[in-house]
T-cell receptor, first 114, second 111 residues
Framework: EAGVTQFPSHSVIEKGQTVTLRCDPI?????LYWYRRVMGKEIKFLLH????????ESGMPNNRFLAERTGGTYSTLKVQPAELEDSGVYFCASSQETGAYEQYFGPGTRLTVT | GQNIDQPTEMTATEGAIVQINCTYQTSGFNGLFWYQQHAGEAPTFLSYNVLDGLEEKGRFSSFLSRSKGYSYLLLKELQMKDSASYLCAGDFSSNDYKLSFGAGTTVTVRA
């Protein structure tokens, strides 16, 4: 069984540009989470999808961030326009169904905004 | 936040035992997770405690005291491959296992 995959693994962009991160969860997993770790800080929750619906987006920092999950499969996280403080590692995680507590994490996308 | 606190670093010798403590605010608490993360890799699930007590899984054990807001991860018979960051995370959400992480404890195993 393939694990959670994320693309790209690294992205370097200039302030003001747009970047789109992609996450492919484990096949059949209804729950998809986005987390972020900025330099020197703990991993923080961004949002949670159940299938194609946003269950909880309380962690999204501002309206420059837009997350989508087309057809309840893969998800994208767009940052537009990117700011310096958006630099960090963005993790995606998935879990199987409602009530499933074990989240499987992807390797993350390292975003650097210069 | 939920004030997840854990030590920054710990060092131990191969074959020894290390205990990583984690404290958290008890308000709204549902359960406690431990994840292992090797440098540059994905965090991987180690354990989930909901009830008080010790849960053992091979060389790794996790303990929870809900009333004290305290957990620990016990790593026995340390191996070099156990050198990693260990993340304590609490679930304080109503229904979706939204994890609140501590900053992580970097464990270095020496030969």
């Amino acid at each position: 069984e393939a694990g959670v995959t994320q693309f790209p693994s690294h992205s370097v962009i200039e302030k003001g540009q747009t970047v789109t991160l992609r996450c492919d969860p484990i096949s059949g997993h209804d729950n998809l989470y986005w987390y972020r770790r900025v330099m020197g800080k703990e991993i923080k929750f961004l949002l949670h999808f159940v299938k194609e619906s946003k269950q909880d987006e309380s962690g999204m920092p501002n309206n420059r961030f837009l997350a989508e999950r087309t057809g309840g499969t893969y998800s994208t996280l767009k940052v537009q326009p990117a700011e310096l403080e958006d630099s960090g590692v963005y993790f995606c995680a998935s879990s199987q169904e409602t009530g499933a507590y074990e989240q499987y994490f992807g390797p993350g996308t390292r975003l650097t905004v210069t | 936040g939920q004030n997840i606190d854990q030590p920054t670093e710990m060092t131990a010798t191969e074959g020894a035992i290390v205990q990583i403590n984690c404290t958290y605010q008890t308000s709204g608490f549902n359960g406690l997770f431990w994840y292992q993360q090797h440098a540059g890799e994905a965090p991987t699930f180690l354990s989930y405690n909901v009830l008080d007590g010790l849960e053992e899984k091979g060389r790794f054990s996790s303990f929870l005291s809900r009333s004290k807001g305290y957990s620990y991860l016990l790593l026995k018979e340390l191996q070099m491959k156990d050198s990693a960051s260990y993340l304590c995370a609490g679930d304080f959400s109503s229904n979706d296992y939204k994890l609140s992480f501590g900053a992580g404890t970097t464990v270095t195993v020496r030969a």
